[in-house]
């Protein structure tokens, strides 16, 4: 049986603009790739102080057996997050993933695990780490390991379900979206959507030199987060698919989700339990060019 909940990011309404993922520019010490199966990251330094104002790049080569990666913090101190509990100074992202807030690292974290999917046909995976000309700490060692089996990730390969009372009949709530520009929006928006639906947005990339998708909230009304022990959490959610955080409750954001290098498609999954429904989702899509 699946999850029933799954733990949030962000369940107050506000508005969050980000932008996830831009090459920038990079020192050429900065830019480091890892073609072993298994290995470890550190900071500029590491043990010893990572220097001010860096952006690095850590790009974790894809195995063609390869389908994720998993990722163990065994030593993390960077500068904290500020009063908002946002990291805005010195830290360590996951250049692929939105929200950002849930996937950008910062603070002493102690030994953590996590692990993320590589995008369809994707040739590497990256952490971005940015330091400003303030406090600079010990920084970070990270030990990495390629997966080969991904099939207990948690909704790395989402279900899909049949959409209830359509016609024609059996059809499944998947969307496959070839279009530059349009709206998703959740089954029978805006009336309510159903309960016990899976439903999947896959995102083809319709150049090499598009680079990632501009999402913009229009509407965004789920079912309201819960408190758990472990915090809050979703019990009905939208989430970018491979490890990301999960979006549940009445939000708006603008984001704009990156392409894994080599990627050829990126998806969404949204998914509704048992119980209360909402009005739903739409949100507005641009694949764009530019993701600086």
Not at 66 to 93: A, H, I, M, P, Q
Not at 149 to 171: K, N
Request: aromatic letters at 16%.
């Amino acid at each position: 049986m699946l999850q029933k909940y799954m733990l949030m990011l962000l369940s107050t309404p506000f508005i969050l603009t980000v932008v996830i993922g831009s090459d920038g520019i990079f020192p050429p010490s900065c830019h480091k790739s890892f073609p072993q199966p298994e290995g470890l990251i550190t900071s500029p330094g590491y043990p010893e102080k990572y220097p001010a104002s860096v952006i690095c790049k850590y790009d974790i080569l894809r195995h063609e057996d390869s389908c994720g990666v998993r990722v163990t913090f065994e030593d993390f101190e960077l500068e904290n997050w500020d009063k908002d509990g946002f990291c805005k100074t010195d830290w360590l992202s996951v250049d692929s993933c939105v929200p950002e807030g849930g996937n950008r690292f910062c603070g002493k974290i102690s030994p953590t695990t996590y692990e993320y999917a590589f995008q369809n046909e994707a040739e590497y995976f990256r952490f971005v780490f940015r330091s400003d000309n303030s406090t600079q700490m010990k920084g970070f060692q990270i030990r990495y390991k390629l997966l080969s089996d991904c099939r207990h990730g948690l909704y790395w390969i989402p279900p899909i379900s049949i959409i209830p009372d359509v016609v024609p009949f059996e059809t499944q709530c998947f969307t496959q979206v070839t279009e530059s520009k349009g709206t998703i929006n959740t089954p029978f928006f805006p009336r309510h959507y159903p309960n016990n639906m899976d439903c999947v947005y896959e995102f083809l990339r319709e150049s090499p030199f598009v680079c990632g998708i501009r999402m913009r909230v229009l509407t965004f009304d789920l079912e309201e987060s819960i408190d758990t022990d472990l915090g809050g959490a979703c019990s009905d959610f939208f989430h970018l698919v491979g490890g990301c955080g999960f979006m549940c409750g009445s939000v708006r954001f603008i984001w704009t989700a990156k392409y894994q290098p080599g990627a050829s498609s990126m998806k969404f999954h949204f998914h509704s339990d048992e119980e209360r429904t909402r009005t739903g989702f739409q949100i507005a899509f641009e694949q764009i060019y530019s993701c600086y």
